[in-house]
């Protein structure tokens, strides 16, 4: 009888647990474990290459857009990659000059990193561009901006799948083209430093701030489901792969409650994130934008259209922090308008290009991914880059960085759990970087670089110990001294020893 009793008092319990669930929406993930997880979920940290290899002048490899901007000076304190974590001779190569006989030494790089990577029961997710454009191909016809990198970047996607495919199943085509087409072709603050005046933020080259973002972003997509298309065609069967393209995305807000903001704030999501997932989803540029930018956004045909149509197996979701919109729209009265002019909007974000904290507010990524829930068709997410910037710092004790991702992957539990169809979690960064427009003075990572020890010794830092516990199954809410009584996370600086 008592039995009885406490089997009914646990199923009341239960019971009410679900109901104050269901009533509540959601519970806010703020203890949690890893398992509160799907089995098949995934966690892990990127890096990217101009940022890790460093041995710029090594085994052949030509340089890219990024290694002319920041030897340009344009980088904070002229700081460049050339060295970077020097990850090319640390573990053990973009050496490419973006067209002609494949690099054998890039070839074995890669396959050496990937090997290594999967020898540790690491699952590899590979980004085929990361902002490193060849500077050969942006010299001979501009980049992206030209209809020739759609052939380019596709013959650079086959040898990747042809030699890597065996072992890597999750690709990337391409990262963040919604920002590096503004950067590069509006406001001339990144390479391939582009635009025309008065729109750039600093004097450029040269460039056309009035099209070319929309041409880029154009050519990035047709290049994008044009790799798409080759690795259904000729590898999916054999590799079982999945293709998908990375979207940088704010928590975006209106800056007040006003009819005016909450239009500003619609119209910045078109332009920031429908630019790339409505061509995706519907085969067509957001309606707004394509009444706002008349003419000089481009036209899909019929069956360009068809070709992006659909040309995803996932999306990568790049987020860090918020944005609150103000409407600007009188600056539609101008008839000369760059991109930024169009979107019609005053941001304000948090200072991104200094060395200021990112701040912990997760409710932006769970806005997020609502609306790639609800407007976007619920596409398989992973996260690829989530993380906070903070100042370099020598000190390993960065307690705000594990508040930080311990926010931030509660906020993806609550996601999943609300019906978003997350598939991982991959922070940024694995180490301290080479950061775009920062260079080294900012950090990301959950290992320190000593970048005053020729060696370049690594250090685990406090956020490093939290995330290996919590990946190991513990609790998310360890006190920080538990963590460092944990021995089993001495490393001797190394990556897998
Ligand atoms: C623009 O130029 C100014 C003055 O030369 C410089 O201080 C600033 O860092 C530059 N900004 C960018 C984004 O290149
Ligand atoms: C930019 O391109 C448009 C469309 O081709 C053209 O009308 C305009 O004059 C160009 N602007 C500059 C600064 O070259
Ligand atoms: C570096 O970290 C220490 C210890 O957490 C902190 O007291 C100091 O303010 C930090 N310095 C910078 C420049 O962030
Ligand atoms: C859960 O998703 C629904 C839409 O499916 C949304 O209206 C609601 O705001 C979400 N809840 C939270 C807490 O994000």
Redesign the pocket.
């Known amino acids: 009888m008592m039995k009885k009793n406490r089997e009914l008092l646990i199923l009341v319990i239960v019971t009410l647990v679900l109901l104050l669930n269901l009533v509540l929406g959601v519970h806010s993930a703020e203890k949690y474990t890893r398992h509160d997880f799907p089995n098949d979920f995934v966690f892990g940290s990127g890096t990217s290459a101009y940022q890790w290899e460093g041995a710029a002048d090594e085994d052949g490899r030509a340089p890219s857009v990024w290694d002319t901007y920041a030897h340009d000076g344009y980088v904070h304190g002229g700081q460049n990659g050339d060295v970077a974590c020097d990850g090319y001779h640390k573990y053990k190569v973009n050496r490419n000059d973006g067209r002609g006989p494949v690099n054998p030494k890039a070839l074995e790089f890669y396959n050496n990193l990937i090997n290594e990577l999967i020898s540790n029961g690491i699952q590899p997710h590979v980004t085929l561009h990361n902002f490193d454009f060849p500077q050969a191909l942006e010299d001979e016809y501009g980049g992206w901006i030209s209809r020739k990198i759609i052939r380019d970047f596709t013959n650079y996607a086959d040898v990747c799948f042809r030699e890597f495919g065996d072992r890597v199943s999750y690709w990337i085509t391409i990262n963040e083209p919604n920002v590096f087409s503004i950067g590069g072709y509006d406001q001339g603050n990144g390479p391939p430093h582009h635009c025309?005046p008065p729109f750039c933020i600093n004097k450029s080259k040269r460039g056309?701030s009035?099209?070319e973002p929309y041409l880029a972003v154009h050519h990035i997509l047709l290049a994008h489901s044009s790799a798409v298309r080759l690795y259904r065609t000729t590898y999916k069967e054999k590799q079982n792969g999945f293709v998908g393209i990375s979207v940088y995305s704010f928590g975006i807000f209106p800056n007040t409650p006003t009819e005016n903001d909450i239009l500003a704030s619609q119209r910045a999501r078109d332009f920031l994130i429908g630019w790339i997932m409505e061509p995706l989803l519907l085969g067509d540029y957001p309606t707004s934008m394509k009444k706002i930018a008349g003419a000089?956004i481009p036209t899909f045909t019929n069956r360009e259209s068809k070709l992006v149509k659909g040309s995803y197996d996932f999306i990568g979701l790049i987020h860090y922090t918020n944005a609150n919109m103000a409407d600007n729209s009188v600056v539609l009265e101008n008839d000369l308008r760059d991109f930024s002019a169009d979107m019609a909007v005053f941001m304000y974000t948090p200072d991104l290009y200094a060395n200021a904290e990112y701040p912990v507010e997760p409710w932006g990524l769970i806005e997020e991914l609502n609306h790639f829930k609800l407007n976007y068709g619920n596409p398989p997410i992973f996260i690829y880059e989530n993380g906070q910037r903070t100042a370099s710092n020598a000190s390993l004790q960065d307690v705000s960085r594990v508040n930080y991702l311990k926010a931030y992957i509660g906020a993806t539990l609550d996601a999943l759990r609300n019906g978003s169809n997350l598939k991982g979690y991959i922070a940024w960064s694995f180490i301290d970087l080479f950061e775009l427009l920062d260079g080294y003075d900012s950090s990301f990572g959950l290992y320190y670089v000593d970048q005053n020890d020729p060696e370049l010794k690594r250090y685990p830092k406090l956020s490093a110990k939290w995330y290996s516990w919590f990946l190991k199954g513990g609790r998310s809410s360890v006190e920080a001294i538990e963590l460092e009584k944990d021995p089993s996370h001495v490393s001797n600086g190394h990556f897998f020893d």
Do not use: C, L, M
Request: net charge positive; glycine share 0%; no cysteine.
């Open positions: 025309s056309n009035t099209t000089r």
